[in-house]
């Protein structure tokens, strides 16, 4: 008897132990059921709409946010083997739910919600470095999107801490946080901060040297080195983008699997050899990236390289010929294609064709409207007028201009480019001398583009324009905006200088006798 | 066609009742893995479902996306070991007027025992051929079909010419149970005579099988060959209800099969022939 109540005993244990695994494996099933009701939902709600509006956003951030809110950590209770991976399972299901809803909360326009939630979900992320890695990815995007740069910036140099980046299964293949450190240049660039992206470039190439140093495997060997290589020529070190280029020769010869290189290693030299004016072996060695690899995403790169060196040697017509060899492509890559459209539409002005040039320009920010080439298209149509000094041509050109930049923020407000698209819109109405609407322009960019160097610029453009119509306390608001914004910068005290200077020219007014 | 229209005609809930039984259990079994989401659902259903396929029967909405092929583990299970007796105790239930023998009491329950060893054989014989026609059928005949005909269209022709033969199995043992029912049957009669006699008369068996069971093939075919596409465009669930569906009107069209052979092999034998 007694060993019949010892085994219900031992098997009753068993059965409560193993339930709750299974009690585990229950909620982890409602986790992927309400998760996938979250993606019907999107999918429902996505219907028929090609751009869904801010409601329709929110609702789908919503959908997935339920996760959240039914799911509370620890998720699962036990301390076992079993729990600890289910714990971990559901945590990244919920975790990769609520990043979800995080993205569409970014695109509804609510940055601090979405910031909000990655920083929740990293906190659950525990052991999960993928998760983790996800989480601070969506920081990024949220600090950009508040235009709080350096902060962003300071993320992603915590990434590169933290995160080692992972050896690939394939050349094909790329470990996302290799490509943190072109974004950290793109910030800086878009910031127009010139000698922060410098900056930056010394820091990247250090990150790529220290990971090179840890002896990866060959294919990742191969991406930093890569990179590594390419950096080194925006920050104008031909020799060691060489020398790099060299031990990639040397790394691809000795791996056959990374015969997949030789296009990027070909390009890669054709660069460094224009670098240092051998512009004939690199106008060959671009050429044999196209006749070997034509395929090859360096194919457009060279084609957009060797016709940019045409044009510098003054033979026009073969420039514009590659230029069109580039956005005449079926798969046009957009960044290549963009600048190419933009080259090909100065060439065809410099030439006299300005019909041409004219086409092209219109078409760019249609069909590249997150490109740099688009921001500039609208006014380099209007800085042709000027130059032939048509002035009613150029009115129009300027209206339109603002028109076409009114629409591209209207596409995407939070687009790299928004902050270029504001600026350009100030210095049309400056052009159109409109001082009203440039200075509610300006306005607009000290609120939304807070921080950036052009808005510094913006700001001495309003007081100079205000100081002109004769609204002198409405400038000395931007001077002190300027001071208190933007301390530490030459603008700024020059801006203090300005303001101390009139206030002792108003003083000495107010004690002058009458 | 008229031991068809006698089997409609005579259907009787009392002569249905084991293979309701059977419907039952494969009820029971979609209800517990269609509830993984309780913590009893995941003990029983979800126990289930990770020994007939693996890991994914215990994820969603991936258990529903196998959940046909654990259905169709089940169903041979059940037809197998239960199906075994409570087929051969329909089939007593059903000849009883016939034969003018007991359709309840221990002499039919024995009857049905009786007969449970070359019932089992049978099922077991039709279970190993077809699993050997969908091991071949891959390296053929689907091969030489999607050739002329691929796409949707070609899987479909592919599937229902699988399903056909598979039928035509099944209709050569449907006489071992009919047979080992017999009072007097001996394992030779039942099994040997009674694939011979299916084999015999298979042309009319198969008519008759196809005729019955063709609306099962069509609720079937949806969810074996695009259980993805139920998925994605409607409900995961959608496949659980499609699958009870089959299992209630395949329940049916099972005990009209079985009463229409058996009215048929009563037929035949009224010709001096029987132990």
């Known amino acids: 008897m007694r060993r019949s109540i010892s085994i219900l005993l031992a098997g009753t244990l068993v059965f409560v132990v193993g339930c709750s695994d299974l009690g585990g494996m229950a909620t982890r099933y409602r986790v992927e059921r ?9 999918a429902r709600l996505r219907l028929d709409k090609a751009r869904p509006d801010s409601t329709t956003l929110l609702k789908i951030h919503d959908a997935y946010a339920r996760l959240r809110a039914t799911f509370r950590p620890p998720f699962v209770k036990g301390t076992g083997d079993t729990s600890t991976r289910l714990r971990a399972e559901i945590a990244r299901q919920v975790g990769m739910a609520e990043l979800t809803s995080a993205r569409f909360a970014l695109q509804a326009r609510r940055p601090d919600v979405a910031q909000e939630q990655a920083k929740w979900v990293a906190s659950v992320a525990e052991a999960d470095t993928g998760l983790h890695r996800e989480a601070d990815f969506m920081l990024v995007s949220t600090l950009q999107a508040q235009r709080k740069p350096d902060e962003a910036i300071a993320v992603m140099y915590g990434m590169l801490d933290r995160y080692r980046p992972i050896p690939p299964s394939g050349y094909g293949s790329e470990d996302r946080i290799l490509s943190v450190p072109d974004g950290i240049i793109a910030i800086r660039e878009a910031m127009g901060d010139s000698a922060g992206v410098r900056r930056e470039r010394a820091r990247v190439i250090a990150y790529y040297r220290g ?34 280029v060299a031990a990639l020769r040397r790394l691809a010869s000795a791996t056959p699997a990374l015969g997949m290189l030789q296009p990027d290693l070909i390009y890669t030299e054709a660069r460094i050899r224009e670098m240092v004016g051998d512009e004939q072996a690199a106008l060959e060695l671009f050429d044999l990236v196209l006749m070997t690899y034509p395929d090859s995403r360096y194919a457009s790169n060279s084609l957009l390289d060797s016709g940019a060196l045409l044009e510098r040697k003054g033979n026009r017509k073969e420039a514009l010929d590659r230029y069109r060899a580039i956005y005449d492509r079926p798969n046009v890559d957009p960044d290549a294609g963009s600048i190419a459209a933009f080259r090909a539409a100065m060439v065809n002005d410099q030439m006299g064709k300005w019909v041409e040039a004219k086409q092209i320009l219109e078409r760019i920010p249609i069909q590249y409207p997150r490109s740099r080439a688009a921001v500039e ?11 032939a000094r048509e002035g009613e041509a150029t009115k129009a050109a300027l209206l339109r201009a603002v028109d076409a930049y009114r629409g591209m923020i209207a596409q995407d407000t939070a687009s790299v480019y928004a902050t270029a698209c504001r600026w350009n819109i100030v210095r049309a109405y400056a052009g159109l001398q409109r001082w009203n609407d440039a200075l509610t322009a300006i306005d607009q960019m000290a609120i939304l583009d807070r921080g950036l160097p052009v808005t510094a610029q913006a700001l001495v453009e309003g007081a100079r324009i205000s100081y002109a119509l004769g609204n002198r306390a409405r400038s000395d608001a931007y001077l002190r905006r300027l001071t208190l914004e933007y301390p530490g910068t030459p603008v700024a005290e020059a801006a203090r200088q300005i303001l101390k200077s009139r206030e002792a020219e108003s003083g000495g007014k107010r004690n002058a006798p009458k | ?27 029971v079994f979609l209800f517990l893995a269609s509830s993984l989401e309780r913590l009893w659902g995941m003990v029983s259903g979800g126990g289930l479902m990770r020994i007939m396929t693996g890991e994914a029967g215990v994820h969603y909405p991936s258990s529903y996306i196998v959940l046909p092929q654990a259905y169709s583990l089940s169903e041979n299970f059940l037809t197998l070991f239960a199906g075994s007796f409570l087929i051969p105790l329909g089939l007593v239930r059903i000849q009883a007027p016939m034969f003018r023998t007991p359709a309840t009491g221990p002499p039919a329950v024995g009857r049905a025992g009786r007969a449970y060893l070359p019932t089992i054989v049978s099922a077991a014989l039709n279970l190993i051929l077809v699993l050997g026609l969908a091991a071949i059928f891959p390296l053929g005949p689907n091969r030489w079909i999607h050739a002329f005909l691929p796409g949707t269209p070609g899987d479909l022709l592919s599937w229902t010419a699988m399903a056909v033969l598979s039928y035509a199995i099944a209709a050569t043992v449907l006489y071992v149970p009919v047979r080992a029912v017999d009072p007097k049957s001996t394992f030779r009669y039942a099994f040997v005579d009674g694939i011979r006699e299916g084999v015999s008369s298979l042309g009319p068996t198969l008519f008759i099988v196809l005729l019955l069971a063709w609306p099962t093939l069509v609720l079937l075919a949806p969810v074996q060959l695009r259980p993805l596409l139920l998925v994605r465009k409607l409900r995961p669930e959608m496949i659980a209800i499609l699958l009870a569906i089959v299992a209630i009107l395949g329940s049916f069209i099972n005990y009209l099969i079985y009463s229409a052979v058996a009215r048929m092999h009563w037929m035949g034998r009224r010709t001096p022939e029987g132990p």
């Open chain 1, 34 to 42: 309400m998760f996938w009701q979250a993606q019907r939902e999107e």
């Open chain 1, 211 to 244: 990971v090179l140093g840890s002896s990866p495997p060959p294919l990742l060997q191969a991406q930093v080195g890569g990179r590594l290589a390419r950096m080194l020529i925006e920050a104008g070190r031909p020799a060691e983008a060489f020398a790099e």
């Open chain 2, 1 to 27: 066609m008229t031991s068809v229209r006698e089997a409609f005609r005579e259907f009787r809930w009392f002569e249905y009742r084991p293979f309701a039984w059977i419907m039952a259990a494969q009820l």
């Open chain 1, 377 to 387: 298209a609208p006014f380099a149509i209007a800085e042709h007028y000027i130059r």
